[in-house]
């Protein structure tokens, strides 16, 4: 497997792209884009020290992210990837407009692939964490693309529980009841608006079907993976993860540089506000690939 080295001081001049998350989370991001481009020159930053974002408020989340993006300009990054629900609902919008970089979110781009899968007035349904729900911004993109049955819930157990490294089992689908009970029966695609929640995949598939006796497919930017299979006639509940639209963002960026080699080189690079040993425990739970070793940053406000 050809995986990424940290960077070192004779390369600093490498062309970058960069993805940060207030966590581990966006490394399910960082992950699916290094996977279609195996020596692609990254940074990731986790803000763990002010994490979770969920929590705060939309000035104080478009701060953080602000400050991420100037530090991650002084790495020279070409590409500001926001792996996070949470900021991608509240602050991307405003980052645009104050950053020069280009700045990609999860929001749009994930909407409009969402709705490319609906038909017949069905229903959309979008989990995330308390903020991203409460801002309505799923919603409001999802009705900009044409759907207006949209069913949201907040299912803020999912993040401790996958950092606990709980994703299935008992546990698990006893929180995905929990929240998932009363989902409406005319629900085709559940958008996993939380790049935590790619590891729940297997428990809320299995909730689902079982509810709903419906097949459940995760559809990511390695395909469709079966997770719950039964024998009904009913078109299957597809799972959406956000990284099949960051994967397309950054190849669009791509093939406009005349010299993508510019980007390749095979460089990674990880920081964290807070606790590097800890943040690099957690870490391999969102990313398969061996990662770096996470540098310790200090942010402006901390």
């Known amino acids: 497997m050809n995986t990424p080295s940290i960077a070192q001081a004779g390369h600093e ?95 749009e781009g994930f909407c409009a692939e969402a709705a490319a899968l609906i038909a017949n007035n069905r229903r959309i349904a979008v989990l995330g964490t308390r903020f991203t729900v409460a801002s309505g ?30 994703s299935q089992g008992e546990i698990a689908e006893a929180a995905c009841r929990m929240y998932l009970s009363d989902i409406p029966d005319d629900v085709d695609v559940v ?23 419906r097949t459940v497919i995760l559809r990511s930017s390695e395909g469709d993976t079966r997770l719950y299979s039964c024998a009904s006639a009913q078109d299957p509940i597809i799972l959406l993860d956000s990284s099949s ?30 606790a590097p040993a800890r943040f690099a425990q957690v870490a391999q739970v969102f990313a398969q690939k061996t990662l770096p070793e996470p540098k310790l940053i200090s942010l402006g406000s901390l």
């Open 13 to 107: 001049k490498k062309r970058r792209i960069a993805f940060f998350d207030s966590g581990q989370g966006g490394l399910t991001v960082w992950e699916s884009v290094v996977s279609r481009h195996p020596t692609l020159n990254t940074i990731y930053l986790g803000d763990n020290a002010r994490y979770p974002y969920g929590n705060k408020g939309a000035d104080t989340v478009t701060r953080y992210a602000s400050e991420a993006i100037l530090f991650l300009a002084a790495q020279r990054a070409e590409l500001i990837v926001v792996a996070c629900g949470t900021a991608s609902s509240v602050a991307v919008e405003r980052l645009k407009q104050v950053f020069r970089l280009p700045v990609v979110g999860i929001v």
């Open 137 to 166: 911004r799923f919603e409001a993109v999802l009705r900009q693309n044409g759907i207006n049955n949209v069913w949201q819930r907040a299912c803020p157990l999912f993040v401790p529980l996958v950092e606990e490294g709980v």
């Open 191 to 213: 958008m996993l608006a939380c790049t935590h929640f790619p590891r729940f995949a297997s428990a809320i598939a299995n909730t689902l079907g079982a509810l709903k006796n």
């Open 245 to 274: 639209s960051v994967v397309s963002a950054v190849d669009a960026f791509l093939a406009s540089h005349a010299n993508q080699n510019e980007f390749h080189s095979g460089e990674c690079s990880l920081y964290c506000t807070d």
